[in-house]
């Protein structure tokens, strides 16, 4: 297969996405609703999270706990571009998958002590489950659907091998803990996310999560954001001496007239006054 250079392509067999990217960097906000488990034949992927980045070199995988938000970057590496493999482990499999187990041989002391990206180490089954996908990046042949099902599959057991912490981290089936709806939007009010994603990422539906917004704040959700984003907007303009056209990217907005209006409406002039 041949590609024009600055083309990227994806395409995938059952839960397996196959990624290849041509010089550029390609940077996105991902909010990870399976768990999912990354490997880098070429290029790299950084993964940041909050206030911690880490990056995953050809060679190396990484594992991302599901109900999390974090951005991810995949860029070339001198002159190798992007290719890797996203497997994801959806909950109606890992359900299938724990009724397989003999319940005598799960781990009584394993508790959830991962962090929610986990850099895993070089082992012979990540080696070998990842290097025996490699022809399906250079052949139109297509896969059966049941070797790819395997391979998902063991990429699960290979988990497992490698930490028993992971037991509780892919069969735990409960809902996600809520957690406190201000403290998750002061940390994540810049990111492009809409109420509904906030809403899964803090652990609620719509609804709860607007009757539980309407107990700490006398203003809906969406007007919380844009004032929040305008207040962290004036304080960078007027007292970090930042550039208008700079600041309106960082704090959220994406189109700078929208933001240049709505802050003249808050604070009754315009932002390069």
Same mark, same amino acid.
């Given at each position: ?10 395409? /995938?067999?059952?839960? +397996?996405?196959?990624?290849?990217l041509f010089d550029n960097d390609r940077s996105c906000a991902s909010m990870v609703k399976n768990h999912v488990l990354v490997y880098i034949y ?8 909050? @206030? ?13 706990? !599901? *109900? ?7 860029? &070339? ?12 482990? @959806? !909950? ?11 319940? @005598? *041989? %799960? &781990?009584? *002391? ?13 082992? &012979? ?13 250079? /052949?139109?042949?297509? &896969?059966?659907?049941? %070797? ?14 490698? *930490? ?5 981290? %892919?069969?735990d089936f409960t809902e996600p803990w809520k957690i406190d709806i201000l403290d998750f939007m002061e940390e994540n009010y810049m990111y492009d996310?809409? +109420? ?14 607007? !009757?539980?917004?309407?107990?700490? /704040? ?10 929040? !984003? ?6 960078k303009i007027r007292n970090e001496n930042k550039k208008v056209s700079d600041v309106y990217l960082e704090v959220g907005f994406k189109n700078l ?17």
């Amino acid at each position: 297969m041949e590609f024009q250079r600055n083309e990227s392509l994806t395409f /995938s067999y059952s839960d +397996i996405f196959f990624t290849y990217l041509f010089d550029n960097d390609r940077s996105c906000a991902s909010m990870v609703k399976n768990h999912v488990l990354v490997y880098i034949y070429s290029g790299e992927l950084i993964v940041e999270q909050k @206030n911690r980045k880490t990056i995953i070199r050809a060679g190396e995988c990484v594992f991302l706990r !599901r *109900d999390n938000r974090v951005n991810l970057t995949k860029q &070339p590496k001198g002159d190798k571009h992007f290719k890797g493999i996203f497997m994801l482990f @959806n !909950r109606n499999f890992l359900r299938e998958f724990y009724q397989t187990i003999d319940k @005598n *041989d %799960l &781990p009584n *002391d394993a508790v959830k002590g991962l962090p929610s990206v986990v850099k895993l180490p070089q082992t &012979p089954d990540i080696a070998s489950l990842f290097q025996s996908m490699t022809p399906y990046f250079d /052949s139109s042949i297509k &896969p059966v659907d049941q %070797l790819m099902q395997l391979k998902v599959q063991e990429g699960v057991y290979s988990l497992l091998n490698i *930490d028993r912490k992971f037991y509780p981290i %892919l069969f735990d089936f409960t809902e996600p803990w809520k957690i406190d709806i201000l403290d998750f939007m002061e940390e994540n009010y810049m990111y492009d996310l809409d +109420i509904e994603e906030i809403a899964h990422f803090t652990g609620r539906s719509l609804a709860s999560f607007k !009757r539980d917004f309407k107990k700490v /704040s006398t203003s809906p959700p969406q007007k919380w954001l844009i004032e929040k !984003r305008l207040k962290v907007a004036h304080d960078k303009i007027r007292n970090e001496n930042k550039k208008v056209s700079d600041v309106y990217l960082e704090v959220g907005f994406k189109n700078l007239s929208h933001f240049s209006s709505a802050f003249k409406k808050q604070f009754g002039y315009s932002p390069t006054q």
